[in-house]
């Protein structure tokens, strides 16, 4: 389905996302599968198992008759549920959670389409860090995952990424909301307090506020102890939440990827942390290989992992 993309020259930010978890699926089971371990595939935020590519605008004014023109879909490519399907040597389970319903119904065609890996499949229509948190509670001693965590906005909790750390056994691909975050950090520092209640969840801490909007320092007879002043841009924010995966997973990718509209503008950022500590380096070296290049230079799954060393 990729070419589809490439017959487009799409450079979508979404498909970029996915080539690069795509190839770390692919280095993970073939280096688990020697080990004594199950491994897992867990998806937060599965969605329908494609998502849609849009056709290219047609020029203005090109077109008599534009309410019949190009139809909007021009391809359904693989979403992240289909991709961990499709990879070899496969996973022995697959967890789906999502939230809706109706595309819960979708996820179930999975079963069909992929006959082998009917029995591994399971579709949790639930709250992803509801889910997550009690899922991260049982026993990891003999068990590995790689967690997906793809969502629209800021819909991960702090919680949910401690209990996954906690594991010490989750690897964690997860989409951080860097612009919607900017966007709730207003310049005069006057945040809601719904919305600083929300990047606290988030966070995990309250002290973002005073790394993104430190107090200005006064002269010596004209203090100024109340005024603060927005420091914050997409890098600080991006750092700042990097440093505190680092606080409780073994390992994080020093070199988040920064997802951008057509634009050029940063939607996400793609950061990776590793659990278990006993297996950090070759996972931050291969995550921050992936991170490192452009999506066309990354070899094929069945490439040789050698490529990523
Ligand atoms: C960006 S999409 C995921 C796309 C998917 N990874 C793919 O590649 O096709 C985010 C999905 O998360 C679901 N969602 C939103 N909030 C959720 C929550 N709290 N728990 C679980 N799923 C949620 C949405 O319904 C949506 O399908």
Known sequence: MISSLQQFGDKSWTQDKLVRVRKYLGAYTQILRDRPFQFDYIDGFAGTGYHELKAPEADEGASLYP??????????LDG??????????????????????QKAVELEKLKSEFPSKRDRISIETEDANTYLQQLCGGSWQSRRAVLFL????????????????????????????????????????????????????????????????????????????????????????????NRRLATIFAGVARNPYTLRNTRGSPLFLLCFAVGNPNATDAAIRIAQDILMRDAEELPSQTGSLDNLR
């Open 67 to 76: 309410a019949e023109d190009v139809p909007d879909v021009a391809a359904f």
């Open 80 to 101: 992240s549920a289909r991709i961990a399907l499709d990879i070899w040597p496969p996973f022995h389970k697959y967890i789906f959670i999502e939230k809706s319903p």
């Open 150 to 241: 793809d969502p629209f906005g800021l819909q991960v909790t702090w919680d949910t990424l401690k209990a996954v750390a906690d594991t010490k056994a989750i690897d964690t691909w997860i989409l951080f909301p860097v612009s919607a975050v900017n966007r709730l950090l207003k310049r005069d520092g006057n945040i809601p307090a719904g919305w600083r209640r929300r990047l606290d969840i988030m966070f995990g801490e309250p002290e973002w506020y005073d790394v993104f909007f430190p107090k200005i320092s006064g002269g010596l007879f004209d203090p100024a102890p109340d005024e603060r002043e927005k420091v914050a841009d997409m890098d600080l924010i991006g750092e700042y939440f």
